[in-house]
């Protein structure tokens, strides 16, 4: 056995059996062990960043890590900014990294870099494995860092003569259990069942494993019983919503939009999440959109069990009994007329699935949608927490592979598609069940609205060039068909809701661009 067929074995014996990659030369002997470990499902992508955003929404939907294999330092450079997202989003992943062979190091050969250099600034845990021995043990710790709450990055670089030496001994490694998360101590619980039965006006923030589903059902009891008001973060990672869930409001994207849903708090209560921060700094305003007066307590953080101290908060109120107040199965009516940001939403809406999985990437005209959304069939939405563009693509490919029952929605601007379009080959690939809208404004929307906020002076004719998308326009009905998605092109309301509605009855990847 070498080293790359002990790797694959170890990773599914600890219960990672999935991987992502884009391999080069030096992890062919990882890509020839495929076929001594089968249990491990490989999925090739066209790009790195492909395969972390991928590896980011599997995790999100089934809580478990997956694998990544990146083609040295520049394949893990063209895979990091879909790792910064994963990381915000406290997402367990695995980075295979293949190096040099350690004798050819010394040449500094055409790709040679700095690997662990790279990996260190994104990565809770990085090593360079120093034998074909070793480099089991070494899996082993990288994948226990990984999954240890609330979700962490661990990059582990392959040198090629580990991957292809020979191991001594071929005994299998016993996994350990996976790390479970802090139990939040009685005199917290104490201190926030006291901020709460005061007069003063209360916000729960929830984020992460604050907006599981049980963490949820506690905060609802608490608000009810308190009159406490429950908001989640601007981005959330992954928010069960629609028909039969609790409802909560999101934090406003712009700083004065916040200021005035949490103007007046007194106490902030966080739970999976921490002090809200404006996305970007503008002059003349707050960067903190913690209302001013206001003390924040950090009642338990991403690591700890939220759900189970939101419950024993809830019984310590005495919250008990009573029906919850649940969001009624309302979706709005199938629009009609003319087809724009406001229609499209309305349509996903009104025909959204049962649980159904989200991904917003739609910037400013995804908006739409999930107002709309909140009283459709019961969902999960998954946003871009870390902002670098360029996820909702290959996190819909993640999410469909963890949840291939389940259809997958992902919402799409048209520059934020571009970074990372093709995705679209590898659902074609793996016939993926994911139906992705694009809304095709022809701009860097956000941006043309962010030029007018920051403080940077009326646009001229060149300024604005840069944000346009036109000269020439994108055709993605032709873009997705050349990597094997069906794809149309619906003109109205009406048109949109028959190709949308074909499209979810339909097992596998479509993609409709909407023109708005």
């Known amino acids: 056995m070498n080293g790359a067929q002990r790797l694959l074995q170890t990773l599914v014996a600890s219960g990672v059996d999935v991987c992502f990659m884009n391999p080069g030369t030096s992890e062919m002997h990882f890509v020839a062990a495929l076929d001594a470990v089968p249990a491990l499902r490989p999925i090739l992508t066209l790009f790195e960043g492909v395969a972390t955003g991928a590896a980011d929404g599997y995790a999100r939907m089934s809580g478990r890590p997956a694998a990544t294999l990146l ?17 915000r989003s406290h997402s367990p992943m695995l980075n295979v990294i293949g190096d040099h062979a350690r004798e050819h190091q010394r040449y500094d ?12 600034p994104l990565s809770d845990w990085a090593r360079s494995s120093a034998s074909s021995d070793e480099l089991a043990r070494d899996a082993l710790e990288a994948i226990r860092v990984a999954r240890t709450p609330p979700g962490k990055i661990s990059s582990l670089i392959l040198p090629a003569d580990v991957s292809w030496g020979a191991v001594s001994d071929e005994a299998p490694l016993q996994p350990e259990p996976p790390p479970t998360p802090t139990r939040v101590d009685e005199a917290t619980i104490e201190h ?88 970007f700094a503008y002059p003349d305003k707050p960067g903190s959109l913690v209302p001013e007066g206001c003390e924040v307590h950090a009642c338990a953080s991403p690591a700890d069990d939220c759900a ?33 940001a406001q229609s499209v939403g309305a349509a996903v809406a009104a025909l959204l699935p049962e649980d159904a999985i989200v991904v917003d990437e739609g910037n400013t005209e995804g908006i739409f949608t999930f107002l709309h959304s909140a009283h459709a069939a019961r969902h999960d939405w998954l946003h871009n927490q870390g902002g670098s ?74 300024a604005k060039d840069m944000l346009d998308l036109t000269r020439p326009e994108l055709d993605f009905v032709k873009l997705a068909e050349s990597m094997g998605v069906p794809a149309s092109r619906p003109s109205t309301a009406e048109e949109l809701c028959e190709v949308l509605e074909r499209a979810l009855q339909h097992k596998g990847p479509q993609l409709i661009e909407c023109r708005v």
């Not at 083609?71 to 990381?87: D, E, I, K």
């Open 71 to 87: 083609h040295l330092g520049p394949g893990l450079s063209n895979a990091l900014a879909n790792v910064h997202n994963a990381r």
């Open 389 to 462: 563009i360029g996820l909702g693509l290959p996190l819909a490919v993640g999410a469909a592979v963890a949840c291939p029952d389940r259809k997958v929605i992902c919402l799409e601007g048209d520059g934020s598609a571009m970074y990372t379009i093709q995705a679209l080959w590898t659902m074609a690939r793996e016939n993926l069940d994911v139906v992705t809208l694009v809304f095709a404004n022809r701009s860097y929307r956000i941006l043309n609205i962010e030029l007018g906020r920051v403080g940077a002076g009326a646009a001229g004719e060149r």
């Open 192 to 279: 926030c069942a006291e901020l709460l039965q005061g007069e003063q006006r209360s916000v729960l923030l929830l984020n992460h494993a604050g907006l599981s589903e049980r963490s949820l059902l506690a905060a609802e009891r608490i608000a009810r019983k308190t009159a406490a008001d429950l908001y989640c973060d601007t981005f959330a990672a992954r928010w069960p919503r629609g028909a039969g869930r609790p409802k909560l409001e999101r934090v406003g994207y712009f700083a004065e939009m916040a200021h005035d849903q949490l103007k007046g708090t007194k106490h902030l209560l966080l739970f999976g999440t921490r002090a809200p921060v404006a996305f």
């Open 109 to 120: 050969a055409p790709l040679a870099s700095d690997i662990l250099g790279l990996a260190r």
């Open 308 to 340: 189970d101290a939101l419950e024993r908060l809830a019984d310590r109120l005495g919250a008990h009994g009573g029906s919850p107040v649940l969001a009624a199965h309302k979706p709005p009516a199938r629009p009609t007329g003319v087809l724009n």
